[in-house]
């Protein structure tokens, strides 16, 4: 009786022991995984009261990183869509944080809050 795991073809010499494993558990999609990497680090940097400067570098990592990986999940390169969009949002949110952060520590004067028309 075949065995239900091994899913070689017949005509395939395989290594005894060894089998193949399913697409769906083959992540071939560094760029996501690493931009998941950095925009988990970078927002817990930007949450963080200190390491905001490292946090800039990580968010914008974790933007291109999952906007590469996305694109090449998008052509059929890499497996994980998913870990991708989670690092390219991750990335985005750092980013709006830390340029709320940065607009509302700079000492400008009232008057540059205001527009007072033509």
């Known amino acids: 009786m075949d065995d239900p795991i091994d899913i070689r073809s017949p005509a395939e010499p395989g290594v005894p022991g060894l089998r193949e494993l399913p697409p769906y558990l083959v992540a071939g999609n560094r760029f996501g995984s690493y931009g998941f990497g950095a925009g988990l680090s970078g927002l817990l940097l930007t949450l963080a009261p200190f390491g905001h400067a ?11 990183l999952g906007t590469v990986g996305f694109v090449r999940y998008a052509q059929d390169r890499a497996t994980n869509r998913d870990t991708a969009v989670v690092g390219l949002a991750m990335g985005w949110i750092g ?20 527009y007072p028309g033509p």
């Open 54 to 64: 490292v946090a800039w570098f990580l968010v914008l990592a974790a933007v291109v």
């Open 95 to 114: 980013l709006t944080i830390l340029l709320a952060h940065l607009a509302t520590s700079l000492d400008l004067p009232p008057e540059a809050y205001f």
